[in-house]
């Protein structure tokens, strides 16, 4: 199969040992138990709260906002930032909503046997999006399957046993949500949800955490049904059970999930009952249509996405043990698990690319902090969106890893937050445009989260909206058409820009800055040595604006505005921003004084947001500041920093330094290490720790970018693989504008790796013509059509051509 199967040989005891199946919308980890299949279900749009969630009081009105932010404001200019800390928590609103689990489902098969069978085998094969087990069970083989379609809306479950006169089987529904009815006839089980109307995050103390109200407008109801067929007998249930039959040599299980949740930002609609008969009528098709007709479709409908790309690393046989057990060995080899199981990687890029393809698909709702798997009614920092780094990231891996289909969910929750963060703009701020924070959820919040408690380091970050619409923009750098820069992209991309044109301050030298200013949850030492977190001008803020005006001037040339007051703003304020700049340790200052810090290791990296995911301004000396600012913070860090460390490491070229970043990725979390230190569970899920899914979807973005570039005025190849990869192949990476590369390597006489062959194609038409492609410091101009493959060799290359400076593959084409 190649790096496409995880497995393991005994059953999953912990969540983070269980495997994930996913369409997009109905999300199931699976344990895979010798007797008992645990089936742990979510939906995406299950969720807790409302739009009404936004509004609930108190809320500061505008007249107490406009004091507050005057406050901080005066505060800074006298170096007060404690005072301004105080100030900016007079903003603060709740908390974001909570994702939640819908149910579990668990078939048991009633059996003599004690002890799992030693012929026991569970796998998630990746290629078809398949969850199976192989066991013996008093002494007859079983053997059950899995999968949930995008396409049928369901997930079917079968079950075979060789047992000449069949098994016993029990089926049992639970759910941790509010029961408001339950019905079980004709192997069918049907139970109808309310979700809570609040729940507080794990880390603020409440006497009652999970709030339900009587109100239904406050919250979302949904259902659950599952279906049975199999050619036992059906006996009277009893017990804890919904469903029990005998005589079973073979079962199949259809379930499905449904909500009242309609849209990001808008209210539910229906009840329980509308959506069990949407539940109903979804499992009466996929039981009229077979299982079989609908695996077939599944696996050519998740082939289509998956199968776009494939990475192979080195040579190994390291497949035939247990992926647990591999993680394990190759952390006990002094040498690093990498230079003793490549392979290890490729598995680990194309689970990551699984995990995306089945967490985040057109008509549902963007990958959360885990994905669409969570088994908690007050999941770590509530399974929300986390704005300043994790929901970007989810998504980093979209465009280069060949899957355009999976943005629509971000791009629709960015249209959320334009409607709810025009309010949020206007009453907070007296900006036009809209703003977003560092939390949000399926009802788009878009207000400062603390109850006025909480630090701003954090809860006080008005610049999600000016970083996300960073991810419409690499879809148009990508290839995206003028419908979709039009309908899609210039509303939001204008209307941030609007509002960060009234956020901007003159500053004493006449450059404009902001203020106040955080840098993602870092802080630093006050003149008399106390620690605070708000200043002015973060190097974060400025590169987002300078970024954001970029963007809506050339977008308004591309679609031939003209006098668009926003767009002309832009193009006089951007010259008077300031740009990064060297303090005097050498290191980028990361806001515009100069300041000591506390955790001199912080995990967040913001300030070099221009090295990655950004695409410049880069100057020599900039460049080796980055370089020695990501030395002083560290290598060591959660699994997302880590991940993202990996990508900017990658831009700098710093082979060496993302083989040192690829030792603690790969490190298994048998041992807790401290909170901040991540590495993988046994199902390879990322964590920070806990489990959080950006560092799965940021390792392949990451290590991507070791491969392939397309930031800048040239097209890169192998820019920093590592001396574990030496010699590797990857297809189907997308460079911009819109190019499908492969690339195969192997190792040179010395033992680095050489490019032997690589190959372009135009994936849209506007990425037809002569592209500047890089490799090794020497430059090729290759014509690129869509019709056939353009092939280069690494004696093709001559001396190069101008030096790598610039951004044109950063402008639209």
Same mark, same amino acid.
């Given at each position: 199969?190649?790096?496409?199967?995880?497995?393991?040989?005994?059953?999953?005891?912990?969540?983070?040992?269980?495997?994930?199946?996913?369409?997009?919308?109905?999300?199931?980890?699976?344990?895979?138990?010798?007797?008992?299949?645990?089936?742990?279900?979510?939906?995406?749009?299950?969720?807790?709260?409302?739009?009404?969630?936004?509004?609930?009081?108190?809320?500061?009105?505008?007249?107490?906002?406009?004091?507050?932010?005057?406050?901080?404001?005066?505060?800074?200019?006298?170096?007060?930032?404690?005072?301004?800390?105080?100030?900016?928590?007079?903003?603060?609103?709740?908390?974001?909503?909570?994702?939640?689990?819908?149910?579990?489902?668990?078939?048991?098969?009633?059996?003599?046997?004690?002890?799992?069978?030693?012929?026991?085998?569970?796998?998630?094969?990746?290629?078809?999006?398949?969850?199976?087990?192989?066991?013996?069970?008093?002494?007859?083989?079983?053997?059950?399957?899995?999968?949930?379609?995008?396409?049928?809306?369901?997930?079917?479950?079968?079950?075979?046993?060789?047992?000449?006169?069949?098994?016993?089987?029990?089926?049992?529904?639970?759910?941790?949500?509010?029961?408001?009815?339950?019905?079980?006839?004709?192997?069918?089980?049907?139970?109808?949800?309310?979700?809570?109307?609040?729940?507080?995050?794990?880390?603020?103390?409440?006497?009652?955490?999970?709030?339900?109200?009587?109100?239904?407008?406050?919250?979302?109801?949904?259902?659950?049904?599952?279906?049975?067929?199999? $050619? *036992?007998?059906?006996?009277?249930?009893? /017990?804890?059970? +919904? #469903?029990?039959?005998?005589?079973? !040599?073979?079962?199949? @299980?259809?379930?499905?999930?449904?909500?009242?949740?309609?849209?990001?930002?808008?209210?539910?609609?229906?009840?329980?009952?509308?959506?069990?008969?949407?539940?109903?009528?979804?499992?009466?098709?996929?039981?009229?249509?077979?299982?079989?007709?609908?695996?077939?479709?599944?696996?050519?409908?998740?082939?289509?996405?998956?199968?776009?790309?494939?990475?192979?690393?080195?040579?190994?046989?390291?497949?035939?043990?247990?992926?647990?057990?591999?993680?394990?060995?190759?952390?006990?080899?002094? $040498? *690093?698990?990498?230079?003793?199981?490549? /392979?290890?990687? +490729? #598995?680990?890029?194309?689970?990551? !690319?699984?995990?995306? @393809?089945?967490?985040?698909?057109?008509?549902?709702?963007?990958?959360?902090?885990?994905?669409?798997?969570?088994?908690?009614?007050?999941?770590?920092?509530?399974?929300?969106?986390?704005?300043?780094?994790?929901?970007?990231?989810?998504?980093?891996?979209?465009?280069?890893?060949?899957?355009?289909?999976?943005?629509?969910?971000?791009?629709?929750?960015?249209?959320?937050?334009?409607?709810?963060?025009?309010?949020?703009?206007?009453?907070?701020?007296?900006?036009?445009?809209?703003?977003?924070?560092?939390?949000?959820?399926?009802?788009?919040?878009?207000?400062?989260?603390?109850?006025?408690?909480?630090?701003?380091?954090?809860?006080?970050?008005?610049?999600?909206?000016?970083?996300?619409?960073?991810?419409?923009?690499?879809?148009?750098?990508?290839?995206?058409?003028?419908?979709?820069?039009?309908?899609?992209?210039?509303?939001?991309?204008?209307?941030?820009?609007?509002?960060?044109?009234?956020?901007?301050?003159?500053?004493?030298?006449?450059?404009?800055?902001?203020?106040?200013?955080?840098?993602?949850?870092?802080?630093?030492?006050?003149?008399?040595?106390?620690?605070?977190?708000?200043?002015?001008?973060?190097?974060?803020?400025?590169?987002?604006?300078?970024?954001?005006?970029?963007?809506?001037?050339?977008?308004?040339?591309?679609?031939?505005?003209?006098?668009?007051?926003?767009?002309?703003?832009?193009?006089?304020?951007?010259?008077?921003?300031?740009?990064?700049?060297?303090?005097?340790?050498?290191?980028?200052?990361?806001?515009?004084?100069?300041?000591?810090?506390?955790?001199?290791?912080?995990?967040?990296?913001?300030?070099?947001?221009?090295?990655?995911?950004?695409?410049?301004?880069?100057?020599?000396?900039?460049?080796?500041?980055?370089?020695?600012?990501?030395?002083?913070?560290?290598?060591?860090?959660?699994?997302?920093?880590?991940?993202?460390?990996?990508?900017?490491?990658?831009?700098?070229?710093?082979?060496?330094?993302?083989?040192?970043?690829?030792?603690?990725?790969?490190?298994?979390?048998?041992?807790?290490?401290?909170?901040?230190?991540?590495?993988?569970?046994?199902?390879?899920?990322?964590?920070?720790?806990?489990?959080?899914?950006?560092?799965?979807?940021?390792?392949?973005?990451?290590?991507?970018?070791?491969?392939?570039?397309?930031?800048?005025?040239?097209?890169?190849?192998?820019?920093?693989?590592?001396?574990?990869?030496?010699?590797?192949?990857?297809?189907?990476?997308?460079?911009?504008?819109?190019?499908?590369?492969?690339?195969?390597?192997?190792?040179?006489?010395?033992?680095?790796?050489?490019?032997?062959?690589?190959?372009?194609?135009?994936?849209?038409?506007?990425?037809?013509?002569?592209?500047?492609?890089?490799?090794?410091?020497?430059?090729?101009?290759?014509?690129?059509?869509?019709?056939?493959?353009?092939?280069?060799?690494?004696?093709?290359?001559?001396?190069?051509?101008?030096?790598?400076?610039?951004?044109?593959?950063?402008?639209?084409?």
């Amino acid at each position: 199969m190649g790096e496409h199967e995880i497995w393991f040989a005994k059953p999953a005891m912990e969540w983070t040992e269980a495997l994930p199946l996913g369409n997009g919308k109905l999300g199931a980890m699976l344990f895979g138990g010798g007797t008992i299949e645990r089936l742990q279900l979510n939906d995406g749009t299950a969720w807790s709260g409302s739009p009404a969630s936004e509004r609930e009081e108190p809320r500061i009105n505008a007249a107490d906002a406009a004091i507050a932010l005057a406050d901080a404001r005066a505060a800074i200019l006298v170096r007060d930032h404690l005072r301004a800390t105080e100030s900016l928590k007079r903003l603060q609103h709740r908390h974001s909503q909570t994702y939640l689990p819908i149910a579990d489902v668990v078939v048991e098969q009633v059996a003599n046997m004690t002890v799992v069978s030693t012929d026991y085998r569970r796998s998630l094969d990746l290629t078809t999006a398949t969850h199976s087990v192989r066991t013996v069970v008093d002494d007859h083989p079983v053997r059950r399957s899995t999968f949930v379609s995008a396409g049928s809306r369901v997930l079917v479950h079968q079950f075979v046993s060789d047992a000449p006169d069949g098994v016993e089987l029990r089926l049992s529904v639970s759910t941790l949500l509010r029961e408001l009815g339950r019905e079980s006839s004709k192997g069918r089980v049907a139970v109808a949800l309310k979700m809570p109307s609040d729940v507080i995050p794990l880390h603020d103390e409440a006497a009652e955490p999970v709030v339900y109200s009587d109100d239904d407008a406050l919250s979302l109801q949904g259902a659950v049904v599952v279906q049975w067929v199999h $050619d *036992g007998l059906d006996e009277a249930a009893t /017990g804890g059970e +919904s #469903l029990r039959a005998s005589g079973v !040599r073979s079962a199949t @299980i259809f379930m499905t999930t449904e909500t009242t949740f309609t849209t990001i930002a808008l209210s539910p609609e229906g009840t329980a009952a509308d959506a069990l008969s949407t539940a109903h009528g979804s499992i009466d098709r996929a039981v009229a249509l077979g299982a079989a007709t609908i695996y077939a479709r599944h696996c050519s409908d998740h082939d289509e996405l998956y199968g776009r790309v494939e990475l192979e690393l080195g040579s190994t046989t390291a497949s035939d043990v247990p992926t647990d057990e591999r993680i394990r060995r190759g952390n006990a080899d002094a $040498d *690093g698990v990498l230079a003793v199981d490549p /392979g290890l990687a +490729s #598995l680990l890029f194309h689970y990551g !690319r699984y995990l995306l @393809i089945s967490s985040s698909r057109a008509g549902g709702v963007p990958a959360n902090l885990q994905g669409i798997w969570n088994p908690s009614l007050q999941p770590p920092w509530s399974s929300n969106y986390t704005t300043n780094i994790n929901l970007q990231m989810n998504y980093w891996l979209a465009e280069i890893g060949n899957l355009a289909e999976c943005l629509p969910p971000l791009f629709d929750l960015i249209d959320g937050l334009v409607y709810t963060g025009t309010e949020t703009a206007r009453r907070l701020y007296a900006a036009p445009g809209w703003v977003a924070h560092h939390n949000t959820d399926v009802w788009a919040y878009s207000q400062p989260v603390g109850g006025g408690m909480h630090d701003p380091k954090w809860a006080f970050w008005p610049f999600a909206g000016g970083w996300l619409v960073r991810h419409l923009w690499e879809r148009l750098l990508h290839g995206g058409d003028d419908d979709f820069a039009r309908d899609r992209a210039w509303g939001p991309i204008r209307s941030s820009a609007e509002f960060y044109l009234s956020w901007l301050v003159e500053q004493l030298d006449g450059t404009l800055g902001t203020s106040p200013s955080t840098s993602p949850e870092n802080e630093f030492f006050t003149d008399d040595g106390q620690i605070a977190s708000v200043a002015r001008s973060s190097a974060f803020d400025l590169v987002v604006i300078a970024d954001l005006f970029g963007m809506v001037i050339q977008l308004a040339d591309r679609l031939h505005v003209e006098g668009d007051s926003v767009v002309e703003a832009a193009r006089k304020a951007l010259p008077r921003l300031a740009r990064p700049t060297i303090g005097p340790d050498g290191t980028v200052k990361e806001w515009a004084d100069y300041f000591e810090f506390p955790d001199p290791l912080h995990r967040h990296v913001a300030h070099l947001y221009f090295l990655y995911p950004g695409n410049g301004p880069m100057t020599t000396e900039l460049a080796e500041a980055a370089s020695l600012s990501l030395d002083q913070r560290g290598d060591e860090s959660t699994g997302w920093s880590l991940a993202w460390k990996l990508a900017m490491r990658a831009r700098l070229g710093e082979a060496d330094k993302v083989s040192d970043l690829l030792r603690l990725v790969f490190r298994d979390m048998d041992l807790d290490r401290g909170p901040w230190v991540g590495g993988l569970y046994p199902n390879l899920f990322a964590a920070h720790p806990p489990f959080q899914i950006d560092g799965n979807f940021g390792f392949v973005s990451g290590l991507a970018e070791c491969l392939v570039q397309s930031h800048g005025a040239t097209i890169d190849l192998l820019s920093a693989v590592p001396r574990e990869l030496v010699s590797g192949s990857v297809r189907g990476l997308i460079a911009r504008p819109g190019i499908e590369i492969a690339i195969d390597w192997a190792p040179d006489e010395e033992g680095n790796p050489n490019l032997v062959v690589a190959t372009l194609r135009a994936v849209v038409s506007s990425a037809v013509g002569e592209h500047r492609v890089r490799y090794a410091g020497r430059e090729l101009l290759v014509t690129v059509g869509t019709d056939s493959t353009s092939t280069v060799r690494a004696s093709d290359f001559k001396e190069i051509l101008r030096s790598h400076a610039g951004s044109d593959n950063g402008s639209v084409p």
